[in-house]
């Protein structure tokens, strides 16, 4: 079973590796589509959640693809979220795999509005294999939530020793008085929780929203931890203020925006930065 600094590190990993993959260019979008390959299919936890999704599954990659045509090319997604998840994987096999087939190739192949190669690429890798990724995404999201979840049932007791009452006479004992945070953390963990899934439904650049996620990432980790980095989370709550900073409209709190994100993400920077101030 996978461990939660393991599914941490996972999350982190692959973060990264689809955001090289989404805004892949010209010069290296093969390598990109083999690196993200390799990963998924190297990597334990993701390799056994799509063959859980695909083992069985008999479908036609190309009834999804429409790439046979002599114009352009198509996307016509199933109903079946197994077929689509099982279509894209082997689109993208096929794509690795053959001698005479390249990204470039494949995007030009589709409908596009831009003369940049950049663009036209980025566009058919979104639009033909992010779902996929975030079907990956997703699961590591959910996997996380439910090892936070155990964990709360037996929390790290952490504890600030404020005051230290009685006389030290030798050969007495010292009593002192001990304030626990344990349901405190528990609601910012939560609060966390919440950030991740809300970030979803935020209009900013994939890049910019996977950097935020590795920032509420540490926070939850350094939360959990019995002796949380000050340092660790001041320059995570630093990343946190940038993003509410420059996408201050879509994140503010106002009930126009709220319908958009679900989240007051302004109140879970007061719950950080009052976290860091327990820290001695």
Known sequence: MISYRELRTLSLDFRRISSNLLNSDDDNADVNMIRFKKFI??????????HN??????????KCFL???SGWHSIEIPADEKLHIKAQYDYMT???????CSVTGQAMRF??????????????????????????NDAISKEIILLEEEQKQTPSMVQNIGSVYGSAVQGTTITSTNVTNVND?????????????????IDAPEDIKADLQDDIEVVS?????????????????????????????????STA???????????????????VDKIK
């Open 41 to 50: 299919d190297e990597t334990p936890f993701i390799s056994q959640l799509l």
């Open 53 to 62: 999704a695909m083992d069985g599954v008999d479908y036609d990659f190309k």
């Open 67 to 69: 790439i046979e045509d």
């Open 94 to 100: 096929f794509i690795v795999e053959s001698d005479k």
């Open 111 to 136: 409908p596009h509005s831009s003369n940049k190669w950049a663009d036209i690429i980025q566009s058919f890798i979104s639009n033909a294999f992010k779902p996929l990724i975030d079907y990956i």
């Open 185 to 201: 953390n528990e609601k910012l963990l939560e609060m966390l929780g919440q950030a991740i899934n809300a970030l979803a439904s």
């Open 221 to 253: 980790e350094q939360i959990a931890s019995p002796t949380p980095k000050k340092s660790r989370l001041n320059k995570a709550l630093a990343g946190i203020k940038k993003f509410a900073a420059e996408f201050g409209m879509k994140v503010a709190v």
């Open 257 to 275: 925006v709220g319908t958009v994100t679900g989240f007051d993400w302004y109140k879970l920077i007061q719950a950080i930065e009052t976290f």
